[in-house]
């Protein structure tokens, strides 16, 4: 029986599309150049975004190994990240559990939609990152880029954002003229004219 409304699987499946896109779209790129990310080039980067698609698809199935969420480096980063999306798509769209755990997220277990929601904002901040990276940019249709907003918004700021290995950075001015996806990304501690230095 699903658990997650048709709509909000068909978003989410969008989500990650962006990151696909995205992430093909820099097949050509050398993987050491920077990113957004600090600290991060495009190898670490996309070792990341595969760990955390293996990880959420393992808990859609109804996994609790926190081992799943373990970074390994990819042979083939690309194509690694490719089938790790593709992956966690089809893990969400055939989830039936009510609850998921999510061990590196307190406290820990999670409504199967809330989680859903988790990994539809990484897909689509994360697709920004790669984006940028090469220079390029990612258009967020007008149905997923208010919802990739509300769970924006509702992203907890404070210390916690300053802790080591935070996934989101310590939130950045928004005005009432900044345009949607902007205001996500500076919500979640991206700078929305970051451009890699060359």
């Known amino acids: 029986m699903r658990t997650i409304a048709a709509e909000e699987l068909a978003r989410h499946e969008r989500a990650v599309r962006l990151s696909i896109d995205a992430v093909e779209a820099a097949s050509d790129a050398s993987l050491s150049i920077e990113t957004p990310c600090a600290g991060w080039d495009l190898r670490a980067l996309l070792d990341h975004m595969g760990t955390q698609n293996r990880g959420f698809a393992a808990a859609a199935r109804g996994a609790n190994d926190p081992a799943v969420w373990t970074v390994h480096p990819a042979v083939d980063p690309i194509g690694d990240y490719v089938r790790s999306a593709h992956d966690v798509v089809e893990a969400f769209a055939t989830c039936e559990a009510r609850t998921v755990l999510l ?11 809330t989680a859903l929601g988790f990994h539809l904002i990484d897909s689509v901040v994360h697709a920004w990152d790669v984006a940028r990276s090469v220079g390029g940019a990612i258009a967020v249709d007008a149905d ?15 210390t916690a954002r300053l802790r080591p290995g935070a996934a ?31």
């Open 103 to 113: 061990p590196e997220i307190p406290p820990g277990e999670f409504p199967a939609a």
């Open 144 to 158: 997923l880029a208010p919802a990739a907003l509300r769970i924006a918004e509702a992203v907890p700021t404070g």
């Open 168 to 198: 989101f950075g310590p939130a950045l001015e928004v005005t009432d003229t900044t345009a949607t996806l902007a205001r996500i990304l500076r919500i979640l501690g991206r700078a929305p004219e970051w451009m890699p230095r060359r």
